[in-house]
């Protein structure tokens, strides 16, 4: 099928593609290309669809879904992407491409509903809102010859592997709210992870395996942002404007 990329942001995925077999067609680079599906797991970003709709839903919020939320997309665990981006570095022949997909179809409003099933919250959450531009229908790959040629093949079912990721999330985001860890910068937080020193006080530091690194990372975050807006504050005026003129000027130029 030729590509033909409906945005910006596709179109910058399929120009990789072009830019890849171009290399290889006239300088036979040794290069494959894998083009895996959606991809779910742990410690995922909280800007992707499913640890945003947790979020939410575990905060009693309005759970966003573009559009009609008709939108199909092919879910895979990121084990199972992982295990494959490795069967084609090993086993794929240079220049060809490879689709990784689990053949597990979801709507995302079927994954909106079914978070907030797991989680006891009502499907009045469900909020509709603008659909962006350019936001494709559905999203399918084709892995039949992926599955002969590299033997691999997806092996957590999504309905376990699923069901095991809301878990996760949402435990971790139940704990930082008990602990009051997202609003505060203070003692709590240095304690459990190191705060300026890097050096976790062993009194909360057992804390750490229960939140797990998808936690400590969002804290981490806000101690970052934290110290930064806190050195910023120190800054003379002068040096704020003269940091503000170079940034504008570097952006111009983007």
Known sequence: TKLRPSSPYSASKASADLLTIAAHTTYLQDVVIARCTNNYGPR??????????????????????????????DWIHVEDCALGLIAAFEHGTPG???????RDEHTNLGIARTILKQLGKPESLICHVDDRPGHDARYALATRHSLESLGWKA??????????????????LELLANSQLVTQFGTNIADITGGETGVPNPAQSALRPAMGSWAIQFINHGLHQHRRQRSQSKTSQRETNRLARFVTQDISYQ
């Open 44 to 73: 995922q970003h909280r800007e992707k669809l499913i640890p945003t709709l947790i979020y939410h839903a575990m905060r009693d919020e309005p759970l966003p879904i573009y559009g009609s939320g008709q939108q199909i997309r």
């Open 96 to 102: 060809k491409i490879y689709h990784l997909g689990a």
């Open 155 to 172: 092996r957590i079912p999504f309905r376990t592997g699923f069901e095991e990721i809301v878990r996760e999330i949402s435990s971790q």
